[in-house]
């Protein structure tokens, strides 16, 4: 029998492993209202290498959580963005591989293997009408081959991925999640549509798909872009989903993923209209989430918390281009609204909060404070025990954030 998924999954990130059981009462307050959401602990590569875990460690934390609070339902354990570089070290503790060929887009695949696919896309050149889509599209064989050029050999690179989870694991014992998120440009609804055509022909029993949209996603702040453009994205990506599922033999259980950024809360209204209305599921990931509340925690319980969330950020204001120099296209800080070392010292605790909690609303709410602070956990991995100790100390007031945040601004919007 194979693993599927539930019909509406959230991953949820833990940079530092403390915040297990936090997170899941927030599923646990969702589940108590009557909405049933399943968690996904996702921790890609790049957060384990910096901060020193290992992925067993995730999947102990979440078996951890689930035994001590109970929890009956579902749960996954997610690879996060792995490649084949990557993924061997995840496979005996994840059950759920988000295959990330982003680095792969771009380059030439084999005349030999565009062609093939050119061949097999041949009936769906030229107008195409998708159900539920008012507008036709124009499958053109230039459209058909410049998609291919930019994403054939990314897709065939997510077949040997899977391909070799699959060799270790066995056949339907894990759940696979394909991500072209991450990459320059995003797709349209028709280039969704033949990157699907290849996802099939590579026999990738997919589950979820990330594309990217258009828009801003920066790390940790709302998403910016035109609202209506991207219900008429999302809309349209559904109903390309549902068409690819009945042409191309993929999952019924297919489902959309919105990865990037992690706050989109101008989104979720959208999200969760489109998700009701035509009965379908969703997948919603969020990066870094937990760890800015772990902050937010800290600087409410003063003393030692907040003098440790202050050093981060002197920190951060050091080091500023060697944090986000891997993070330059989902970030937005003009340095200019950053607040000097100085000024955040003499903050008083509710001063600092209130700058980083994510509250439009609030005066003191700083946008590009917070995005800095977002890409500085690995400034808290140096700290070593002295973070972790803090985090110890200060847990009943961490995990309330936590939880408050997770329930509110995240489930509650997009499936309440």
């Not at 706050?263 to 969020?286: A, M, W």
Request: with cysteine; charged share 25%.
């Amino acid at each position: 029998m194979s693993l599927h998924i539930p019909k509406y999954t959230f991953g949820v990130g833990d940079r530092f492993g403390h915040q297990g059981q936090a997170q899941l009462q927030a599923f646990l307050m969702a589940h108590e209202q009557g909405i049933d959401v399943c968690p996904v602990w996702n921790k890609s590569n790049r957060e384990h290498t910096l901060i020193g875990s290992k992925p067993e460690d995730v999947r102990a934390e979440a078996k951890e959580a689930v035994e001590k609070l109970g929890w009956k339902n579902a749960y996954f354990v997610d690879a996060d963005h792995i490649n084949l570089k990557t993924v061997d070290r995840f496979i005996e503790s994840s059950d759920f591989f988000t295959l990330d060929v982003a680095e792969d887009v771009g380059k030439p695949s084999s005349p030999e293997a565009t062609e093939r696919f050119l061949a097999r896309i041949q009936p769906y050149l030229g107008t195409l009408t998708i159900p539920g889509i008012s507008t036709p599209f124009a499958i053109t064989r230039q459209l058909a081959q410049a998609t291919a050029d930019q994403f054939l050999f990314a897709i065939r690179t997510a077949g040997e991925i899977y391909r070799h989870i699959e060799s270790q694991k066995g056949p339907g014992r894990f759940v696979t999640e394909v991500s072209v998120d991450e990459t320059d440009k995003p797709q349209t609804p028709a280039e969704l549509f033949l990157i699907l055509a290849m996802i099939a022909e590579e026999k990738i029993p997919v589950q979820t798909v990330a594309p990217k949209f258009n828009g801003r996603f920066n790390k940790g702040i709302d998403y910016v872009g035109d609202l209506v453009q991207f219900e008429k994205e999302f809309e349209e990506n559904l109903h390309i989903l549902a068409f690819a599922i009945r042409e191309f033999g993929l999952p019924a259980d297919l489902k959309l993923s919105v990865h990037s950024g992690s706050d989109k809360f101008s989104l979720y209204p959208i999200i969760r209209k489109l998700v009701q209305k035509h009965r379908v599921g969703l997948h919603v990931k969020t990066a870094g989430t937990t760890w800015l509340e772990e902050l937010i925690g800290l600087a409410e319980a003063g003393g030692e918390g907040l003098a440790i969330v202050k050093e981060i950020y002197s920190g951060a204001l050091d080091h500023f281009a060697e944090l986000t120099q891997s993070y330059t296209t989902v970030l937005a800080i003009d340095p200019q609204y950053l607040p000097s070392a100085t000024e955040v010292v003499a903050w008083s605790s509710d001063r600092l909060v209130k700058t980083l909690r994510h509250d439009p609303k609030c005066p003191e709410y700083n946008p590009h404070f917070r995005q800095l602070l977002h890409v500085s956990f690995k400034l808290a991995a140096k700290m070593g025990v002295r973070y972790t100790d803090a985090l110890k100390a200060n847990q009943s007031i961490i995990a309330r954030n936590v939880k408050a945040n997770l329930w509110e601004r995240h489930l509650r919007p997009i499936f309440g």
